[in-house]
């Protein structure tokens, strides 16, 4: 299957860190990915890792790959009101066109 | 780069009327995607293009719907006849010759309301 499972939603407080997980289960993805969405916008890319990678960190922003459990979190310290958005996670495959699977989504509400 | 371009921005119509949604890519890329999203649904792929010939269009929801790339910077989706249940945020994403990440790069959206 290509399903990408996210869980819906999550609330922090201002300055904590948030952890947001995605399950994927095609272990042929080369590339995964993480976009955010802030409301009336357009995707954006946040970060990516190559599947040969268990950890990745940009700034504010740290992604761990579980390859074995086919598990990516995304986990950003710090939080500020303004990363409150819908986070997607993506997968992509080396034989699909660079076609994305995208999971549901996860809102993320920070709260002052 | 200004980014992949649609429009219009918004787009509100009657039922049975006619819909067109409009999509200029990022210079140099050569993959184009149509995704629709709606709160009970999330994000589909409706069909999506590489150098100009579409790939995949099994995303698209029925024959109401038509999409075409005449050229590599430009590419429309049209709804015929819009229906009520098409009322979605569309969006249009382009993405550069494979070689590397499959980032895809995403316009604004168009947010379409049919009554």
């Known amino acids: 299957g290509e399903d990408v499972e996210q869980s819906l939603f999550l609330s922090v407080r201002e300055g904590d860190s948030s952890v947001i997980n995605c399950t994927y289960t095609d272990s042929s993805s080369t590339y995964l990915y993480w976009y955010k969405q802030e409301p009336g916008a357009g995707l954006q890319l946040l970060t990516y890792?190559?599947?040969?990678?268990d950890m990745k960190q940009d700034q504010r922003l740290t992604v761990l790959l579980n390859k074995k459990d086919k598990h990516l979190s995304l986990r950003i310290a710090d939080t500020q009101t303004g990363d409150s958005a819908i986070y997607f996670c993506a997968e992509s495959k080396s034989n699909a066109g660079n076609m994305l699977t995208f999971g549901g989504g996860t809102r993320l509400m920070v709260k002052p | 780069d200004a980014g992949v371009i649609q429009s219009p921005r918004h787009e509100v119509t009657e039922m049975g009327q006619e819909v067109t949604l409009r999509c200029k890519p990022i210079?140099?890329?050569?993959?184009l995607f149509w995704y629709r999203q709606t709160m009970m649904r999330g994000l589909e792929l409706l069909i999506y293009?590489?150098?100009?010939?579409?790939?995949?269009d099994s995303g698209m929801p029925e024959d109401r719907f038509s999409a075409k790339m005449p050229n590599a910077s430009f590419s429309t989706l049209k709804i015929q006849p819009s229906e009520p249940r098409d009322s979605a945020v569309y969006f249009c994403?382009?993405?550069?010759?494979?070689?590397?990440?499959?980032?895809?790069?995403f316009g604004p959206g168009t947010r379409l309301t049919v009554l």
């Open positions: 293009f590489n150098n100009n010939v579409p790939i995949d």
């Open positions: 210079s140099g890329h050569d993959y």
């Open positions: 994403a382009s993405s550069p010759p494979t070689g590397g990440p499959d980032t895809q790069y």
């Open positions: 890792i190559f599947s040969n990678m």
